[in-house]
């Protein structure tokens, strides 16, 4: 008679192929957990190590700022409109200003290409504080100038500062006081009482709607400021030395600065003590002058581009132009 044991008995593999499946199954599992689990931990470091880093980078960012306030004195502040006052990374920890500092890999930030740097506006200033470190570049820009409530000789911009000391001026001033008087209940100046009324409505209209033309027709006035590039003129290599030359023609050294465009030939000179002939069958000495040359060719002049554009064209700058101090 068929039972459930003799099925079994005739199908072994069947419940073997089904153990084996049921362990895949079970090992993909814990693989799985266990790699999700290793990613997790991974991206919680990597998030925490830059997390790290902004926040030592704005530390040392502020540290910069603070210092700024210091250095920036009434000597040292600009005085025309577009003039600019910068101090490297390098120069402020070479004045005290500041003790050098690193990143959070500690590795030292980049002394030449850090900076800040003051420029003169209308009525105030513009602080730029420029941070560049291994795995992070950013700056700050704010508004600075000399106001009352300054620890040092400039200090940020606090608009709450200022709303207080308006808000103390307004209340030092005497108050003025204004007689208040009705009008007459007098029945017969009804007629004349209304007609001024509509006359001084429309006389109020005509003097709005003549103050909005002119409104309207008045232009805005734009500032805009010089920026200069000077492009240094552009030479080729030097050639080689030539050979030493009998110097007969009195050439003296010639030795031609970097930019000189009209420089292209530099002159070396030699001499030496030499046999230079014989006098009663004996050999006559004297000073013998050699020179050698060499040239280089011009490619290109020098030249000096103006533009005018607006404040702070980043623009522009990134070009490498820079103020003139001119503005228009």
């Known amino acids: 008679m068929y ?11 069947r419940d073997i192929l089904l153990k084996v499946i049921v362990v895949i199954i079970f090992l993909a599992l814990i693989i799985f957990i266990i790699s999700n689990a290793t990613n997790t931990d991974n991206t919680a470091k990597t998030t925490k190590t830059s997390s790290n880093y902004d926040k030592v980078f704005s530390e040392n960012l502020e540290k910069m700022e603070d210092a700024s306030f210091n250095y920036f004195t009434k000597d040292k502040l ?3 409109t577009g003039a600019i006052s910068e101090l490297t990374l390098r120069e402020m920890i070479n004045s005290n200003l500041l003790e050098a500092f690193t990143d959070a890999d500690g590795k030292a930030c980049d002394v030449n290409n850090s900076y800040i740097r003051l420029t003169k506006n209308d009525g105030d200033y513009t602080l730029r504080v420029n941070l560049e470190c291994n795995e992070k570049k950013d700056y700050s820009l704010m508004k600075v100038g000399e106001y009352d409530y300054c620890e040092h000789d400039i200090c940020k911009k606090d608009a709450s500062k200022e709303k ?14 204004v007689e208040i008087t009705e009008p007459s209940n007098n029945t017969s100046n009804n007629g004349n009482t209304s007609y001024r009324s509509n006359s001084n409505r429309a006389s109020n209209k005509t003097n709005s709607d003549s103050s909005l033309a002119y409104n309207d027709n008045t232009s805005v006035t734009r500032t805009m400021y010089e920026y200069k590039k000077v492009t240094s003129p552009s030479f080729s290599s030097w050639s080689s030395w030539s050979n030493w030359k009998y110097n007969d023609k009195g050439y003296t050294a010639i030795k031609c600065s970097s930019n000189d465009t009209k420089c292209l030939r530099e002159v ?30 011009l490619i290109r002049n020098s030249s000096v581009n103006v533009k005018w554009s607006t404040y702070n064209d980043v623009n522009l700058l990134n070009q490498g132009y820079t103020y003139t101090g001119n503005i228009k």
């Open 164 to 177: 207080e000391d308006n808000s103390e001026k307004e209340e030092s001033e005497p108050v003025k006081e």
């Open 268 to 297: 070396q000179l030699y001499s030496r003590r030499e046999q230079v002939g014989t006098k009663n069958g004996r050999p006559v000495y004297g000073t013998v002058r050699y020179y050698s040359y060499r040239t280089r060719t």
């Open 78 to 80: 600009p005085k025309e």
């Open 3 to 13: 039972t459930e044991e003799n099925a079994r008995g005739r199908f072994p593999l």
